[in-house]
């Protein structure tokens, strides 16, 4: 071997050292890693994961993913096993705390809807949709995400801030996945067992998976419950195949003696619904990771 050829072999494994701890152009934390790192603008941090293997040559997809009420991103992060299917498909996911405190962890701010202990969020509370908006705007100018494929999924209350940015934020958000927390918009004051259509108004059709169990009691896929429940999880299919001008009646088939997926199809822009609900099911993450990133792969946002 001649000694060009080992100074340039030398000379490339060195690049690849340097290059390694760091991700694509992101450089915000080393490749593999969950670091809270500060959003600039808003006085809060966030927990990311950046995946251990990606395509370094372009920006990644974005997935957030939101606790449930009293959770913190971290504990929800570690539920989830959401990180290893991040490192295996090469998504970043965002794993934030929500903005209002309660028993220990947090709660997140939706405008109209009482949190768990009854209170209804104030004018001073944190404003956790511009916090994850703002999330969106740092990442995208380091680089590092596609802003045509960004995802959002949560449990319970995560599952209702995940339905929240479908309805308010469907120019930025591809498609979502709430998990045990499907909701259309708030409860009519009218009527609460019906969504309120003034509530949720998305710019385009949504595509939505969404995954529960048939026993759920602390939100009941029947409705009532909570102040922040109420409406069944089916009227709020409804409400969403509408907005999405999908066929009224979903399709249904058996995946497992457990396990069964509902779809409405034909929907606008492609905006699918897909439902799983696991029978027996209870208030638990119920969601398949890689059947929900697999749908998350099949959409993005055009601008």
Same mark, same amino acid.
């Given at each position: ?18 290059? @390694? ?26 927990l990311i994961h950046l995946p251990a293997q990606s395509d370094t040559r372009r920006p990644a997809p974005l ?29 970043? $996911? ?5 903005? =209002?405190? $309660?028993?220990?962890g947090f709660v997140w701010n939706i405008p109209g809807v009482p949190t768990p202990s009854g209170a209804m ?13 703002? @999330?969106?705007?740092? $990442?995208?100018?380091?680089?590092? =995400? ?42 009519? @004051? ?21 995954? @529960? ?7 009941? =896929?029947?409705?009532?419950g909570s102040a922040y429940w109420q409406y069944s999880m089916r009227a709020a299919l409804d409400r969403w ?17 457990? $396990? ?12 699918? =619904? ?30």
């Amino acid at each position: 071997m001649g000694i060009v050829t080992r100074l340039a072999k030398v000379a490339a494994v060195f690049m690849a050292l340097i290059a @390694a701890p760091l991700w694509a152009d992101c450089g915000i934390a080393p490749a593999g890693t969950s670091q809270r790192i500060a959003i600039p603008g808003t006085g809060r941090a966030m927990l990311i994961h950046l995946p251990a293997q990606s395509d370094t040559r372009r920006p990644a997809p974005l997935l957030f993913l939101f606790h449930g009420s009293g959770g913190t991103g971290e504990r929800m992060l570690a539920k989830s096993n959401l990180a290893a299917t991040a490192d295996a498909h090469g998504f970043i $996911l965002a794993v934030p705390d929500g903005g =209002i405190t $309660l028993d220990g962890g947090f709660v997140w701010n939706i405008p109209g809807v009482p949190t768990p202990s009854g209170a209804m969020p104030g004018a001073d509370d944190p404003d956790d949709i511009a916090y994850v908006l703002a @999330a969106i705007d740092w $990442l995208r100018a380091n680089r590092c =995400i596609n802003s045509g494929r960004i995802y959002a999924a949560g449990f319970s209350g995560g599952g209702r801030m995940a339905s929240l940015l479908g309805c308010v934020a469907a120019d930025r958000f591809a498609a979502i996945a709430p998990v045990a927390g499907l909701r259309a918009g708030l409860p009519a @004051a009218q009527d609460p067992t019906r969504p309120d259509p003034a509530s949720c108004k998305p710019a385009r059709p949504m595509p939505i998976i969404t995954f @529960a169990g048939d026993k759920d009691t602390e939100n009941p =896929i029947e409705g009532g419950g909570s102040a922040y429940w109420q409406y069944s999880m089916r009227a709020a299919l409804d409400r969403w195949a509408m907005l999405n001008g999908c066929a009224p009646t979903p399709i249904r088939r058996g995946i497992s003696t457990q $396990l069964y997926e509902e779809r409405f199809g034909h929907c606008r822009q492609g905006a699918d =619904i897909v439902v799983r609900m696991t029978i027996g099911g209870t208030h638990s993450w119920l969601a398949d990771n890689e059947t929900m990133w697999t749908f998350f792969s099949r959409h993005r946002r055009k601008s």
